[in-house]
């Protein structure tokens, strides 16, 4: 509590479950709890950090208050010696994106990923003491979902030893990185690689942008930002870039030559390394954002609940107070499945890590097997996290009614920041339909003896789920998980399948899969729902301690899964997974979770252990004192700087007294 009455007192003490604990499972580990609490905490009591009026500020003076809190908070952790684990929650909750999020989240993954050992030593020291500055230059005006389309030149001269770096054309202009238009002095740049006259794909260069001494582009380079974007504030602290290069030139040991390398007399040698390594960067990242999904679905599940709680209207009895609005049916049905959807994320979430850091092991041992699942895996969970996610925020913001709408309910900013994330680090159709080749590979490998591996393991089981009846007679029988795990097995596997007997009548595949796509992403969805089914079930199946905690994460599973049926329950019909009578059981239940999450809710968002300052919401503040708060923040808008508003004496006075005139 942050000091004052606590208006949602009552609703913490319906909790059942010991909230401490479930704290300490939504962080992963004790250690992880004690980090992200004490830096919370820390960044929210320095107020160099305030987020107030960010929504109202001219984009230059926004641009350069971002600047002032990312230098402030390097000052920070420099000070104050944080941990790599440390600094990142410290920027985590600065909450702002800001040029840093590139330079740590893409440029230097992409020189470790993609840079030889010794590229790595000369490179990784200077981004990591921020001597440079750093961004992902691949996306162009032309081309971003085309990688292979990209048409940036990087043209080998053997006379000189280098790379001639080169926009042949307007649409070759880099056009999106993030932290490129005013801040990096470097990028890695992603460029077609010329050697001897013949092309050999995009590769990664590690190109100087910016001088040093006064931060003027080099000889060559033309940069800038690239303009507004959605929302107030929101994504506009960052500075996307357009860049172009005119026979821009680098020495040869700027190519990241861990995938191929060009040697002194420009031939090109492949490693054993796979080429897809290329691709690396936006595995590493896509993985991530399936991380930050649950951090903003359930900030926005905190804000709506919490203000579920406070807000109340109609039903009031003999002058008794009017009913919560969480108490409304409709509005259970449309909250909790977001909170579980935020629970189901996180663990996803923490699976996902771990399967990311087994592959990355296994490549350095130069074992690629586990490659394509985690590309699978990281490509459909971002596309299926995002997209509840953005949906999910706009959702809170309407459970929240007319107040949701307005900046200081935190929601709109949220919504800006969001969205994009179902576009950036691959749009998220695109993502499907390459999870979708690989599914159709898998069923179409079945009868070879190959058997599917990871999270396609199931699929080894065709002739079983091809058969499968789901044998659910009574409501409680839903919350079995064997029953659950089948039934979305058999949907998952028997959407496959179907797609891939209709790509068999196709002569041409290629054009089989471009008509039938629609279908092959509604079975990608059916599968990737299927794996944060499992994940979560499997999460259950650990030691959890704490009174109460292991219960309430079951009610969120079955909150999770059933909603997901009962929403997706013409997949489940159509493919006879389920009766219609074993659906409608599924929805009975799925009411009688419901009303066992209502009197945990408040408890369960408390379990975020989100500060005041983080969530940036007047509806979702911990102690629920909505109303004074909102009043008070009104009268500090600008408009109200005034009573008459400027402009009156120019267009309202003439106005009124030309409508007086005309009466007269
Ligand atoms: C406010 C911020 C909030 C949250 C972030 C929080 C934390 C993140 C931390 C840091 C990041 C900071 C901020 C993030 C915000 C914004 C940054 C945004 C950055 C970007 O957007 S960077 C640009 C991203 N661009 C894309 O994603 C492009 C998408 N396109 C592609 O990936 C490829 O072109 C595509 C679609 C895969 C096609 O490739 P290709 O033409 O080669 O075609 P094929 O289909 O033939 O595939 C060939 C072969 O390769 C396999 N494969 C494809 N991709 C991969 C891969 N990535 N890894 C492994 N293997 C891959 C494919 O399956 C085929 O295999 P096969 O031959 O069939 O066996
Ligand atoms: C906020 C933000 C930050 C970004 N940051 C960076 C960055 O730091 N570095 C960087 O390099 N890039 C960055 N990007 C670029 C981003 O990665 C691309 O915009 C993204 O990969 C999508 O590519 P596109 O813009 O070419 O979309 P398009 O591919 O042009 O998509 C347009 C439409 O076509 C559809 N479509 C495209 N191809 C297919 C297909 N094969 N089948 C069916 N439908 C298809 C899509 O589904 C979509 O509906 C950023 C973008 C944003 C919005």
Redo the contacts with the bound molecule.
């Keep these: 509590m942050e000091g004052g009455v606590d208006y949602l007192a009552d609703e913490r003490k319906k909790a059942e479950f010991d909230v401490q604990q479930m704290k300490i499972v939504w962080a992963g580990s004790h250690h992880t709890f004690e980090i992200s609490d004490r830096i919370s905490k820390l960044v929210a009591n320095d107020p160099a950090f305030s987020k107030d009026e960010r929504t109202m500020l001219p984009r230059k003076e926004l641009f350069k208050n971002t600047l002032r809190k990312a230098s402030y908070a390097w000052k920070r952790i420099n000070d104050l010696h944080l941990s790599e684990e440390e600094a990142s929650q410290l920027r985590f909750y600065v909450d702002e ?1 800001a040029f840093t ?2 330079h740590w ?2 440029f230097i993954p992409a020189i470790k990923g993609q840079g030889t050992d010794e590229q790595q030593k000369k490179w990784l020291p200077l981004a990591y003491k921020m001597q440079i500055i750093g961004c ?1 230059a ?2 162009e005006l032309g081309h ?5 389309g990209l048409e940036t030149t990087a043209t080998f001269d053997p006379q000189t030893d280098e790379f001639v770096i080169h926009s042949p054309t307007l649409t070759s202009s880099k056009w ?1 990185p ?1 932290g490129l238009g005013k801040v990096s002095t470097h990028g890695v740049v992603y460029a077609r690689l010329i050697t001897d006259g013949q092309e050999h794909g995009i590769h990664g260069f590690i190109v100087q942008l910016r001088r040093l001494e006064d931060h003027r582009p080099l000889p060559g380079i033309i940069i800038g930002d690239i303009g507004m974007k959605f929302g107030n504030g929101a994504y506009n602290t960052m500075d996307n870039g357009v860049l172009r290069f005119d026979h821009v030139r680098i020495p040869r040991d700027q190519m990241l030559m861990r995938v191929s390398q060009v040697t002194r007399d420009g031939k090109v040698v492949q490693s054993d390394v796979p080429r ?1 390594l290329v ?2 960067t ?2 590493y ?1 896509r993985q ?2 399936v991380q ?1 999904a649950s951090c903003a679905l359930s900030r926005a599940v905190c804000i709506a609940t919490r203000y579920s709680a406070v807000r109340r209207q109609f039903g009031s009895h003999n002058g008794g107070p009017e009913t919560q609005v969480i108490d409304y049916k409709t509005q259970q049905s449309r909250l909790f499945p977001l909170l579980a959807s935020a629970y189901a994320f996180r663990f996803v979430g923490e699976w996902l890590k771990w399967l990311y850091t087994d592959v990355t092991q296994r490549l350095q041992a130069n074992d690629f097997s586990t ?2 699942e985690a ?1 699978a895996c990281t490509a459909g969970l971002k596309s299926l996290t995002t997209s509840v996610t953005a949906d999910g925020i706009e959702e809170c913001r309407k459970l929240c009614g007319g107040h949701g709408y307005l900046c200081t309910s935190g929601l709109p900013e949220l919504f800006a ?1 969001y969205v994009p ?1 179902c576009t ?4 998220n159709i ?1 993502l499907m339909l ?1 999870v979708a ?2 599914l159709m ?1 898998t069923v179409s490998q079945l009868g070879s003896g190959k058997l599917p591996v990871g999270t396609m393991a199931y699929m080894g089981r065709i002739e079983h789920l091809l058969q499968y009846r789901c044998n659910v007679q009574k409501a409680e029988d839903w919350l079995n998980p064997a029953i659950v795990l089948e039934a979305f097995e058999a949907r998952a596997a028997r959407m496959s399948v179907s797609c891939a007997k209709k790509l068999s009548k196709f002569a041409n595949p290629e054009e089989g899969f471009a008509e039938l796509s629609a279908d092959l992403v509604e079975a990608v969805v059916a599968h990737c729902q299927l794996i944060v089914v499992s994940k979560f079930i499997e999460k259950l199946q650990q030691d959890i301690p704490g009174k109460g905690v292991k219960q309430q994460l079951k009610v969120l599973c079955g909150v999770y899964y059933l909603f997901l049926l009962h929403k997706h329950q013409g997949d489940f019909l159509a493919t006879s997974c389920v009766t219609p009578k074993q659906a409608s059981l599924a929805n009975d239940q799925l009411r009688v979770l419901y009303s066992q999450v209502r009197p945990n809710a408040i408890a369960l968002v408390d379990a975020f252990n989100y500060t005041d300052h983080f969530l940036g919401s007047i509806l979702g503040r911990y102690d629920g004192n909505v109303y004074p708060k909102l009043y008070e923040a009104a009268w500090k808008d600008p408009l109200n700087d005034s009573v008459v508003p400027d402009g009156y004496h120019q267009y309202i006075r003439p106005l009124l007294k030309q409508q007086r005139s005309a009466k007269l």
Excluded: F
């Excluded at 971003?144 to 292979?148: I, P, T």
């Excluded at 950036?424 to 749009?427: A, I, K, L």
């Design positions: 994106p999020d590139l989240g893409m992902y691949q996306t971003g979902s085309n990688v292979q999106w993030g897809q691709y690396g936006m595995v990242v991530t954002i930050d490659l394509p590309h920041v994330a950036y680090e691959g749009d695109v390459q080749r690989i590979k």
